[in-house]
């Protein structure tokens, strides 16, 4: 379901949208898309769309982009943290496009402003730091589709969320296996990351990715592990930063 707040001037009809007078005096947002079909006329309410994966977006057009920079795009991200809102949940949606004069100046949509180029890269980058996402549309005409492809992609990941491939943007799940870690290391895969832990177990050296990391980058501790030979070595050391003659010294704390 697409919530638009009643004051939003969107210009354009979103088909089956609901207005909501006051929602982003609760959220934040002045478009909320969310996969519950239920009212968000309450903070309560909207809490529970945030908790189901409902996005939460700040609309902003040509100039408006610019004058927004500060309290108000500020205020806004806060209120939709308030609400429960993550990081992908909250969206700095711009509409229109952003150049540069010679001189470096900023021309949004083709007209002069009177902000460096930089400054407004800056003030988006402030919305990313302080925990949001920025999507850019190029004209209006685009908001509609956009959209209600995002209500049809959260629709579908809350009815059914393995499916879905987990990026840095979708929600987050715990490795509790650290072989899978170890196998996104250049020339390792999950083979070689079981011949590691093969290792370890006959050896008695435990079964945690520290240790598996100091078997793999420590050539001179004598261990021979099927499948790690010295170019896998050199580039496990490369991929850590580990500097030439130094090894990784482990050191629990209880």
């Known amino acids: 379901m697409i919530y638009i707040d009643s004051g939003e001037s ?5 088909s089956d949208s609901v207005k909501v007078p006051g929602l982003e005096k609760i959220s934040g ?14 903070e309560d309410l909207i809490r529970l769309h945030a908790e189901n994966g409902a996005l939460f977006i ?38 229109g496009t952003i150049t540069h004069t010679e001189a470096g100046y900023a021309l949004i949509d083709g007209y002069s402003t009177n902000e ?10 402030k919305w990313c730091d302080r925990g949001g996402v920025f999507i850019n549309l190029w004209k ?5 589709p956009y959209l209600k492809t995002r209500e049809k992609h959260i629709i579908e990941y809350n009815k059914k969320p393995t499916k879905w ?10 490795i509790t296996d650290w072989r899978a870690t170890l196998a996104t290391f250049p020339m ?15 050896n008695n050296l435990g079964d945690d990715l520290l240790t ?34 130094f090894d990784l010294d482990i050191t629990y704390v209880e």
């Open 58 to 95: 700040q609309r902003k057009s040509g100039m408006d982009l610019i004058k927004s920079f500060g309290d108000h795009l500020n205020s806004a991200l806060v209120r939709m943290h308030d609400i429960g809102a993550s990081q992908s949940q909250c969206i700095l949606l711009f509409i």
């Open 188 to 202: 390792i895969g999950l083979d070689r990351a079981n011949s590691i832990r093969s290792t370890m177990i006959a």
């Open 212 to 245: 598996a990391m100091k078997v793999l980058t420590d050539w001179n501790q004598g261990l021979k592990v099927n499948g790690i030979g010295k170019a896998i070595w050199r580039s496990a050391r490369e991929w850590i930063g580990l500097p030439d003659h």
């Open 165 to 174: 491939i987990c990026t840095p943007l979708q929600f987050i799940t715990d």
């Open 10 to 14: 969107v210009h354009v009809s979103i």
């Open 116 to 125: 460096l180029y930089t400054s407004v890269i800056n003030g988006i980058s």
């Open 29 to 42: 947002a002045d478009i909320v898309i969310s996969p519950l079909q239920a009212p968000a006329t309450t």
């Open 140 to 144: 209006l005409v685009d908001l509609e």
